[in-house]
């Protein structure tokens, strides 16, 4: 129970630090404040802050109390701020962030999986298709979604891209809210994981390269279209 109450606490404060509630700079209220105001105790407010602390959003000092850092301290590869980002609101500029950061890096990894070609990446796969391909709901098609990118960077075989799937993870998954709506998978998407599976199956790095590609590129219109309607992703 304790460590619920850990985690509620943590997510509320920091939800409320990524949603602007206590600004850059920003001196929050000590630990008897917010353990009144949350109705927690002093040791859970505590060990709250030591968990925001490492994800970069507070800064705690003996004698000058927390404070609010610095969004560009702030570890955006921690999938709770990540979450609390898109959470808050229909940040352009992160999500074009986030963009260019898949371009820079799953190209490569596409083209390498495709290259070295290991049987139990390829297998991993194909099982996450298949998975895209039968979900019925849009929880279940995002979650194979992120099995079958997984897939891809484990396939590559590269030991330092392996180190950032944990952070690509959390890239991917604001990427796919974004760029999805309640209504079913984007059928064009599909086919261009498809053609990604093909290339990799085929051992044709180019082509792989070029799926994986113009998936980023298909993604980044649907996340324009869905911004433009106004359907804010689903949480």
């Known amino acids: 129970?304790?460590?619920?109450?850990?985690?509620?606490?943590?997510?509320?404060?920091?939800?409320?630090?990524?949603?602007?509630?206590?600004?850059?700079?920003?001196?929050?209220?000590?630990?008897?404040?917010?353990?009144?105001?949350?109705?927690?105790?002093?040791?859970?407010?505590?060990?709250?802050?030591?968990?925001?602390?490492?994800?970069?959003?507070?800064?705690?000092?003996?004698?000058?109390?927390?404070?609010?850092?610095?969004?560009?301290?702030?570890?955006?590869?921690?999938?709770?701020?990540?979450?609390?980002?898109?959470?808050?609101?229909?940040?352009?500029?992160?999500?074009?962030?986030?963009?260019?950061?898949?371009?820079?890096?799953?190209?490569?990894?596409?083209?390498?999986?495709?290259?070295?070609?290991?049987?139990?990446a390829i297998d991993a796969l194909r099982t996450a298709y298949l998975a895209m391909a039968a979900a019925g709901e849009r929880d279940d098609y995002i979650e194979a979604d992120l099995r079958f990118h997984g897939a891809v960077v484990r396939g590559c075989g590269n030991q330092f891209i392996l180190q950032l799937e944990n952070a690509l993870s959390a890239v991917w998954k604001t990427s796919f809210r974004a760029s999805s709506d309640p209504w079913g998978p984007d059928t064009q998407a599909l086919a261009l994981h498809k053609t990604l599976l093909d290339a990799i199956e085929g051992h044709d790095g180019p082509a792989a390269e070029a799926a994986v590609l113009a998936l980023i590129e298909r993604a980044t219109v649907r996340i324009q279209e869905v911004s433009a309607t106004g359907s804010k992703p689903v949480q």
Not at 2 to 12: I, P, S
Not at 98 to 119: D, K, V
């Open 1 to 120: 129970m304790l460590r619920n109450f850990h985690e509620q606490m943590v997510e509320a404060l920091g939800s409320k630090i990524v949603a602007g509630g206590y600004a850059e700079g920003e001196q929050l209220p000590t630990e008897p404040q917010l353990a009144e105001a949350y109705g927690a105790s002093r040791m859970i407010i505590r060990e709250a802050m030591k968990s925001l602390s490492a994800k970069g959003l507070v800064s705690i000092r003996p004698r000058t109390g927390t404070r609010v850092q610095p969004r560009t301290q702030w570890n955006l590869f921690d999938p709770s701020v990540l979450g609390w980002h898109s959470a808050a609101r229909f940040d352009r500029k992160l999500i074009a962030d986030l963009m260019e950061l898949r371009r820079a890096i799953e190209p490569l990894a596409a083209r390498l999986a495709a290259e070295r070609g290991a049987p139990e």
